[in-house]
């Protein structure tokens, strides 16, 4: 029977022994031929095909480096470096492609792109110039997405995990060689090789998020490009770069360690800016030899940009006014450049051969069911068997399938089998396990109640709610992901407990403080609990009550009193740490308020000469973050601010703060995430004697123990203590858990020494 289309409404398959029982969607685009019906034998019921048109999955590429993949190529400007002066001065018409008839950009639609690369720097869309280190500039990824969209008759997709001044002997350093610890910070070594990671899986998983004209077709991660080597120059780097370069691709591409495909092509540009002999480019061009990495062999690829590259002889090193002579640095600046290492990066990832056998099965809880996607190899399967459980589900899937959707899953863990028989390596078993319990409860104090949010992702009858025990709701549509409990009690501990009605899914529980709050030992603590309604922050201006404070906050201006900081519904919660009450916001330009201090400090003696007072709170930077100085900021001030002492946060990096005679300096504790709550805790000492006061910094795990080595500390200062008698709250994001005590203890929500 020739097949060319399939399928009306995806896919709906009954599979039981007793015909009713389980039931899978599957997403029948994956299959290349047309039908009018079709029996695939499944325990004991058919499937029914009807018209749908086949399109082929669609294809990602991971391209990997530091700056010269981000791209630094001006894309406008009257320079002979710039893409616009490449198109206009064009004789041969070579790249005209990249406008339209009226000279503006095409975008390319069958072409996505995916750059994340920080805090407040998200992009995504259609490919067009514009998506190198900034919005002014291009990397390679713009001549590599051209080569694949004109060579691919389906969607491609490019996700770049690239940032500036990253080292593979250290940041991209790969698991199997460092052997280090899960990395936290962007510091450790390592981070930047699981935010790799990290990156892709956000994507693949959220793909109808980021690219609406997904159209569930499935996906095949068909490729990673890999362009770096500068900063190995330093530190002794070197020496180790071929070893960490074939380590790199050992596990970027294995199940314990990376993305799970075996054998995923791969293709490295040679870092054409440094010295010919130097142990980084030697290192990178080793990689294409067979001889010495066999097992590299028809799926490793070496673009050597110190020759011209194939058939059309792509040149890479051009020169400009400014620089006549020689090459220096980012390929000076010159998309001609960018440009041509894309197209060879992309032919050369033509040349290499897709991996034989099917791999990386995965598995996320969708509004339909749990969706299963899969990648098929280059040997077919002679049968495909899928199990959920460890019971038949599927019996002879098509082998050119690679999604399908359980639309019968019940709540909770389920594992999924895919059985391949290989005709020539014999039977192949990919295994995942989904678990869509019930994820993320918060809760918090509203005007009217307490407000419950979670995260559920799959197909749900229905939740159950349960307030100490007691169900409160007991059939909330399977849609909803939020309740408010109106009858919740005014104080006391309170637990909640969200469950899914079908399945056997693990309960999602949280116990909320309502009313006073346990300060842990902390003399000044702000949890920030105040009723704060769902959809709309509320001004902390009147309000007051925090554990240290007395009278209520105040705002630091006469105008625009709609940009002072608020409350907002739900905590920040980070590791062991206990959370309370709501958090607080700022507006990015916003001068702030303050609330004045008690004398709980001052009795304490962590305002006297020789003391040492302990100062923490939790921030989290949000998406719509848009300004990089002026971050949020909380200090203990005194009346006029001219002097004032506390911790900053931006969208790129914490600080410590002093202010000495109104004039604040600022010296850089870590970097800053998008969305991560990060701890932040100060050690101030007061000098004794004429001598200096000093604040060492410390950012703790998620186990809140000291961590044996501190931040930079701020230049040493001199303030009078005596007079800090105000908290102040400014600058934009969100913080949470101010709390200053006597020890590290106290401000971890552990009672003082």
């Not at 020539?424 to 989904?434: A, C, E, I, P, Y």
């Not at 504790?669 to 004697?689: A, F, N, Y």
């Amino acid at each position: 029977m020739d097949l060319n289309h399939l399928m009306d409404q995806n896919l709906l398959a009954a599979f039981s022994r007793q015909k009713t029982s389980n039931s899978l969607l599957l997403d029948c685009m994956m299959i290349k031929r047309l039908v009018t019906t079709m029996l695939i034998t499944c325990v004991t019921v058919s499937l029914a095909f009807a018209d749908l048109t086949y399109q082929p999955p669609a294809k990602i590429y991971v391209l990997v480096g530091q700056s010269n993949m981000q791209g630094k190529g001006a894309v406008e400007g009257d320079q002979s470096n710039s893409l616009r002066y490449l198109v206009q001065h064009d004789p041969n018409q070579e790249y005209q492609f990249l406008v339209d008839p009226k000279g503006n950009w095409r975008s390319r639609q069958d072409v996505w792109i995916h750059y994340d690369s920080g805090p407040g720097n998200l992009r995504f869309g259609k490919l067009k110039p514009g998506y190198g280190s900034h919005g002014g500039v291009i990397g390679p990824e713009l001549g590599f997405g051209h080569v694949i969209g004109e060579s691919y008759e389906g969607k491609a997709l490019l996700i770049k995990a690239c940032w500036g001044g990253k080292s593979l002997g250290h940041n991209f350093l790969p698991p199997s060689v460092g052997q280090y610890p899960p990395p936290n910070q962007p510091a450790d070594p390592g981070f930047y090789y699981h935010q790799i990671l990290r990156i892709v899986d956000d994507v693949t998983r959220n793909i109808e998020t980021y690219f609406p004209d997904y159209q569930g077709q499935g996906i095949e991660i068909a490729g990673l490009c890999y362009h770096q080597g500068w900063n190995d120059q330093y530190g002794g780097l070197d020496a180790r770069y071929e070893q960490n370069l074939a380590a790199f691709i050992h596990d970027i591409r294995s199940a314990e360690h990376g993305l799970g495909i075996p054998d995923l092509p791969v293709v490295i540009a040679t870092s054409g800016m440094i010295e010919n002999d130097s142990p980084i480019k030697r290192g990178q061009l080793a990689m294409g030899d067979p001889a010495k990495y066999p097992q590299f062999a028809g799926n490793v690829g070496v673009v050597n940009t110190d020759k011209p590259y194939g058939t059309e002889a792509l040149g890479f090193k051009f020169y400009t006014e400014s620089s006549p002579d020689k090459v220096g640095y980012h390929w000076n600046n010159h998309a001609h450049s960018y440009l041509n290492i894309g197209r060879a990066m992309a032919t050369e990832m033509q040349t290499l051969s897709k991996p034989k056998l099917p791999s990386r099965l995965r598995a996320v809880g969708t509004a339909q069911g749990v969706r299963l996607t899969w990648q098929v190899g280059r040997q077919s399967p002679a049968t495909i068997k899928l199990l959920r459980n460890g019971q038949p589900l599927a019996a002879n899937l098509p082998a050119s399938l690679t999604t399908v959707t359980d639309a019968r899953a019940t709540p909770g863990k389920n594992t999924y089998q895919l059985l391949f028989d290989m005709p020539s390596d014999g039977l192949q078993t990919l295994s995942v396990t989904s678990d869509t319990s019930v994820g993320k409860l918060q809760a918090y104090r509203s005007s009217t109640g307490v407000q419950l949010n979670w995260d559920a992702c799959g197909k749900y009858d229905g939740f159950q709610i349960r307030r100490d025990g007691q169900v409160i709701a007991n059939q909330l549509a399977g849609d909803l992901r939020s309740y408010l409990d109106k009858q919740a009690p005014e104080q006391g501990n309170v637990q909640y407990i969200v469950t899914p009605t079908t399945g056997s899914s693990t309960p999602a529980s949280l116990s909320v403080q309502l009313g006073p709050a346990d300060p842990g030992g902390a003399l000044l603590y702000e949890p920030f609990d105040y009723p704060a309604d769902a959809d709309q922050p509320r001004s902390l201006l009147g309000l007051g009550g925090a554990a240290g404070t007395k009278g209520e906050y105040d705002y630091l201006s006469d105008q625009k009193l709609e940009r002072a900081p608020a409350a907002i519904g739900g905590g920040l919660s980070f590791g062991a740490l206990p959370v309370t009450g709501n958090r607080g916001s700022s507006h990015r330009w916003s001068p702030g308020c303050a609330i004045e201090l008690d004398d709980s400090l001052r009795e304490a003696g962590l305002l006297a000469d020789g003391a040492t007072l302990w100062i923490s709170f939790v921030f989290r930077l949000t998406k719509d973050i848009e300004h990089r100085q002026g971050g949020g900021t909380v200090l203990l001030s005194t009346d006029d601010l001219r002097q004032a002492v506390g911790l900053m946060a931006d969208n790129r990096e914490f600080r410590t703060v002093v202010v000495v005679d109104g004039k604040p300096k600022g010296v850089r504790i870590t970097s800053s995430r998008l969305e991560t709550p990060t701890l932040v805790v100060g050690k101030i000492v007061w000098g004794k004697d004429g001598s200096d006061d000093t604040f060492v910094p410390y950012t703790p795990g998620h186990d809140l123990q000291i961590p044996e080595k501190h931040g930079r500390p701020a230049a040493p200062f001199n303030i009078d203590q005596s007079k800090l008698n105000r908290l102040v709250l400014k600058g934009e994001g969100q913080y949470d858990e101010i709390r200053v005590g006597t020890s590290y203890q106290s401000v971890v929500g552990g009672k003082a020494n």
